[in-house]
Nanobody, 123 residues
Framework: VQLQASGGGLVQPGGSLRLSCVVS????????MAWHRQVPGKQRELVAVITSGGTSNYTDSVKGRFTVSRDNAKNTMYLQMNSLKPEDTAVYSC??????????????????WGRGTQVTVSS
């Protein structure tokens, strides 16, 4: 199973970006998915979480500006980021709780992570 995050870039303050996280491989089911961000020298921060049913939660600093969504048919999660601020600058990465079918036909659950995508908000 692999996760691929994309959509980062350089944007001016007040601008928007849309990140995508695609899950591929031997997937039986995907439960919770989440976006995180990290600035060098600081701890990784949980930005948004979305359940398989579409229930979402956000860290306070992005509420009202960021929207997380997912397309279960495409095994893809999105993060629409509006009204971006310089303090949103970070490497954004995604993770997913994935059920896979093992060699003996049983299900196993793993937490997979993808490489990050850089978001830079600067004038």
């Amino acid at each position: 199973v692999q996760l691929q995050a994309s959509g980062g870039g350089l944007v001016q303050p007040g601008g928007s970006l849309r990140l995508s996280c695609v899950v591929s491989g031997n997937i039986f089911r995907i439960d919770d998915m989440a976006w995180h961000r990290q600035v060098p020298g600081k701890q990784r921060e949980l930005v948004a979480v979305i359940t398989s049913g579409g229930t979402s939660n956000y860290t306070d600093s992005v509420k009202g500006r960021f929207t997380v969504s997912r397309d279960n048919a495409k095994n893809t999660m999105y993060l629409q980021m509006n009204s971006l601020k310089p303090e949103d600058t970070a490497v954004y990465s995604c993770n997913a709780d994935v059920f896979v079918t093992t060699w003996n036909g049983k299900l196993a659950q793993y937490d997979y992570w993808g490489r990050g995508t850089q978001v830079t908000v600067s004038s």
